[in-house]
Antibody
Framework: QVQLQQSGPGLVKPSQTLSLTCVISGDSVSSNSASWYWIRQSPSRGLEWLGRTYYRSNWYYDYAVSVRSRMTINPDTSKNQLSLQLKSVTPEDTAVYYC???????????????WGQGTMVTVSS | DIQMTQSPSSLSASVGDRVTITCRASQGVGIFLNWYQQKPGKAPKLLIYAASSLQNGVPSRFTASGSGTDFTLTIISLQPEDLATYYCQQTYSTPPVTFGQGTRLEIK
């Protein structure tokens, strides 16, 4: 049974760096079939994808245009986890943050089949 | 980017009712369309993938159809535990992944 367990602070000050971790159990961060995403959700933006990483003999990374200059995803194979760092946060980064797995589901279509429990992050002084 | 538009934004229905939610893509996505259910305070949960395939463990009262730009999710006989917000998501052109804005379902 695959599970994603998130951890990280719930309060971050403006201009600081938001750091979250997602520990994977039951699968591998270096799986050759899965992709690992960070997504956030806020009333103003809805569900917004932030970035992803996946391993296909090499590590690949994609980031949303809105956060590309500020965001880094790091897979850690020794701990089987991935992390999110978002620099220079503002109150607009206040949201619930999720890690999630994308896997091929059949009929050639992939979907978010496993989600972390979510972390509410508030950016405030 | 492909935009996903759901309607209605919210609806209220009674237990036993048939409920239909629609999702329209700004361009054709084939069957690369998934549906999720999000209960209050929880992460989204995959209900339907590939436009019409039921995810393992999802009750058969959930059914979906469509291809191209127009999709529907139907709950055949609404149950109290179906109180949730429902999202569609395209996986045809990624990145970026895009979701609909959600349909909030209330039980009368």
């Amino acid at each position: 049974q695959v599970q994603l367990q998130q951890s990280g602070p719930g309060l971050v000050k403006p201009s600081q760096t938001l750091s979250l971790t997602c520990v994977i159990s039951g699968d591998s961060v270096s799986s050759n079939s899965a992709s690992w995403y960070w997504i956030r959700q806020s009333p103003s933006r809805g569900l917004e994808w932030l970035g992803r990483t996946y391993y296909r003999s090499n590590w690949y990374y994609d980031y949303a245009v809105s956060v590309r200059s500020r965001m880094t995803i790091n897979p850690d194979t020794s701990k089987n986890q991935l992390s999110l760092q978002l620099k220079s946060v503002t109150p607009e980064d206040t949201a619930v943050y999720y890690c999630a797995r994308v896997e091929a589901m059949g009929r050639g279509v992939a979907a978010f089949d496993i989600w972390g429990q979510g972390t509410m992050v508030t950016v405030s002084s | 980017d492909i935009q996903m538009t759901q309607s209605p934004s919210s609806l209220s229905a009674s237990v036993g009712d048939r409920v239909t939610i629609t999702c329209r893509a700004s361009q054709g996505v084939g069957i690369f369309l998934n549906w999720y259910q999000q209960k209050p305070g929880k992460a989204p949960k995959l209900l339907i993938y590939a436009a019409s395939s039921l995810q393992n463990g999802v009750p058969s009262r959930f059914t979906a159809s469509g291809s191209g730009t127009d999709f529907t999710l139907t709950i055949i006989s609404l149950q109290p535990e179906d109180l949730a917000t429902y999202y569609c998501q395209q996986t045809y052109s990624t990145p970026p992944v895009t979701f609909g804005q959600g349909t909030r379902l209330e039980i009368k």
